[in-house]
């Protein structure tokens, strides 16, 4: 009998799942079968079957649901001419601005807020029943005080999408640096260390894994206040094509909208995963 | 020759009943190799990071020829057991990380981390990312950025206890080594007895509740070995393991189970 072949229990054959193994305890090889992406991938097809077939049968009138084909059409009309005086690519523009605007604003309150709250207790007391009580509130509630505040100009729009991403910029910056080992803060101050240069050189870098996953948590909340932020005076801007087409019930307009507010997100999600990747490398490998 | 004393230590812990360690005293001065040997819960950690700086006493004083301890400081270098390296660094840059905090200019920094990098046995292994490295690679960077900040006293909290038995016996001549480079003294925490008995001038045994000193020993198997001597010639020696088992003793005793 070759080394190989040997096994804890003689009885049990090579091979063969006996009822004592522990089944995560082994390295399983590989299962050549279907992936769970390519599941993923079937449903969508499936999904895309059925709205096509009930199109065609007119099972719905087009006014509620209109078929594939001309959402398409209407994608390809949008992207070439325009819809309410801006072209496809100027509305995504305008919007993908606001969002960004918002988040360098999230991050400039929300990293030094977050620290507050991580390094001292005042920064706690003060800062956290604030979130809490920001956190909750939906865009749609706040809205019309922004704008009483601020006019409807770009501003308030700025400002309604980076209120929905500070909480989630803050909160995700506290948990990172209240995850700081101990013991690295401890060997920084043994090294000579001052507080300046611990938070520097130590905490910061060290929370850095969690504050870029509470950005990728903003980015997310904030592209879904855009449409929110785009009810007021907006005259650009996905959310602001996605209301105007529903006053006039051009349903297909509405539908396209949502596409495209649903793959710019999902790339959105692919880009900063690719960030977080080369950015912090170390995180969950420490 | 700077000599770090404890003079009556009791450490008592906010919102806990008794206190951790109670009226322990230490000396160690420069050149020494101190070991604080004990059951868990003895307090061993708390008197290392008394003499750190990293926690007040309740009563008594820490303190380095007569002035207090009242914060940590470079002339005191910690390593902890699990690695407190940052990942975001090189091994180099770990170790300039110290030199940094010092003031030392860059082209200097850089040299000096070469060499303190190669007295550990890692030159080659300077660029490599912290969580690319084994976990006794770690311990060395650790070390080589501890001995960067030229302390007069090193403060090891179980170096070598999350490192499996080969490379720890590996690890323990690299710090005798070290510590015959550096002339520094050192007070180390351990859980391993063949450990203490190999490294240290002098061994003090602590018991829990609240942690007090029940013995101390003189040895000097760790100066054997600096002497030139064989490092399993020294663990084959009978006195070795006469050392042991007296050890063992004084550890255990007292334990009812």
Known sequence: MSVGAYTERPGAKAGEADRFSVPWSRPRPKRPGVSARLISALTILVLLAAWTVSAHLQLVSPVFLPSPAAVWAKFVVVARDGFVDATLLQHIGASLWRVFAALIVAIAVGVPVGLAIGISRVGRGVFDPLLEFLRPIPPLAYLPLVVIWFGIGEPSKILVIAIAMLAPVALSTAAGVRGVPRERIDAARSLGATRGQVIRHVVLPSALPSILTGLRIALGAGWSTLVAAELVAATRGLGFMIQSAAQFLVTDVVVMGILVIATIAFALEFVIRRVERALVPWAGRE | ?257
């Open chain 2, 1 to 257: 020759m700077p000599h770090l004393t404890l003079d009556k230590v009791t450490v008592h812990y906010d919102g806990q009943p008794a206190p951790a360690v109670e009226r322990v005293s230490l000396d160690i001065g420069k050149g020494d190799f101190v070991v604080l040997v004990g059951r868990s819960g003895c307090g061993k950690t708390s008197l290392l990071n008394v003499a750190a700086g990293l926690v007040q006493p309740a009563r008594g004083h820490a303190a380095i020829d007569g002035r207090p301890i009242a914060a940590p400081g470079p002339d005191r270098a910690v390593v902890f057991q699990n690695d407190a390296l940052f990942p975001w660094l090189t091994a180099h840059e770990n170790v300039a990380f110290a030199l940094r905090l010092r003031g030392v200019r860059p082209k200097e920094r850089a040299r000096r981390a070469d060499q303190l990098l190669k007295l550990v046995k890692l030159d080659g292994a300077g660029d490599k990312r912290i969580w690319e490295l084994s976990g006794g690679m770690r311990q060395r960077v650790g070390l080589a950025r501890a001995l960067a900040a030229e302390p007069d006293f090193l403060l090891l909290d179980e170096p070598l206890g999350a490192l499996d038995a080969l490379t720890r016996e590996r690890m323990q001549t690299t710090l005798l080594d070290l510590w015959a480079a550096s002339r520094a003294g050192v007070l180390m925490v351990t859980h391993g007895i063949e450990e203490a008995l190999v490294l240290a001038t002098e061994i003090v045994v602590l018991a829990p509740g609240p942690g007090h000193v029940v013995r101390t020993f003189e040895t000097h198997f760790g100066r054997r070995y600096a002497a030139g001597e064989a490092i399993r010639a020294i663990k084959a020696d009978p006195a070795f393991a006469a050392a042991r088992a007296e050890l063992t003793e004084a550890i255990f005793e007292g334990e009812t189970a």
